[in-house]
């Protein structure tokens, strides 16, 4: 079953679809994404870049220090600076925000990560896996999304 997915920035000028499930949905409660966001955390929809399909636009890459002295590049519209996705290490994974979906009730976090800095006020259910820092894909992923990664690792 594939459910499509549209979203975009602010001022419309970014539009995507996303062509497929989700490989993963995390929602991290680092400081990172704490600042990034303003807010209490983020919720990053995992999905392969060529299943993003944009409609509209061209996101462009910022380069915004981490606390860990890497950097982290964030797409943001180049008219209204919403941010829509960001890159890690592999180009080939989107973190796509999803609050920018149409319906950002369309998906919710498979695991919670960075918990160690979670803001106090934060309940997190205890039907989602939880972990203090970061956790292992192979343990964790639904086999066909630990497929679709080793698709694009080969
Ligand atoms: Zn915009
Ligand atoms: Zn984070």
């Known amino acids: 079953m594939s459910v499509s997915r549209e979203g975009g920035c602010a001022c419309g000028a970014v539009r995507y679809r996303l062509t497929s499930e989700p490989l993963f949905v995390h929602c991290c409660h680092c400081l990172n994404c704490?600042?990034?966001?303003?807010?209490?955390?983020?919720?990053?929809?995992?999905?392969?870049?060529d299943r993003v399909e944009?409609?509209?636009?061209?996101?462009?890459?910022?380069?915004?220090?981490?606390?860990?002295?890497?950097?982290?590049?964030?797409y943001r519209c180049p008219?209204?600076?919403i941010a829509v996705y960001s890159q890690y290490a592999r180009?080939?994974?989107?973190?796509?925000?999803?609050?920018?979906?149409?319906?950002?009730?369309?998906?919710?976090p498979d695991v919670h990560i960075f918990t160690r800095s979670k803001?106090?006020?934060?309940?997190?259910?205890?039907s989602v896996a939880a972990f203090d820092v970061y956790y292992d894909a192979k343990e964790l992923w639904p086999a066909a999304s630990l497929e679709r990664l080793q698709a694009f690792r080969a």
Not at 57 to 71: A, H, I, K, L, N
């Open 54 to 74: 944009l409609l509209a636009g061209d996101p462009q890459p910022v380069e915004v220090p981490r606390d860990d002295g890497s950097t982290q590049t964030i």
């Open 91 to 108: 180009p080939e994974v989107r973190f796509l925000r999803a609050g920018t979906l149409d319906d950002p009730a369309s998906v919710a």
């Open 79 to 81: 008219s209204c600076q």
């Open 34 to 49: 704490q600042r990034q966001t303003g807010s209490a955390f983020v919720i990053n929809v995992l999905i392969e870049a």
């Open 119 to 126: 803001l106090p006020w934060v309940a997190l259910p205890e």
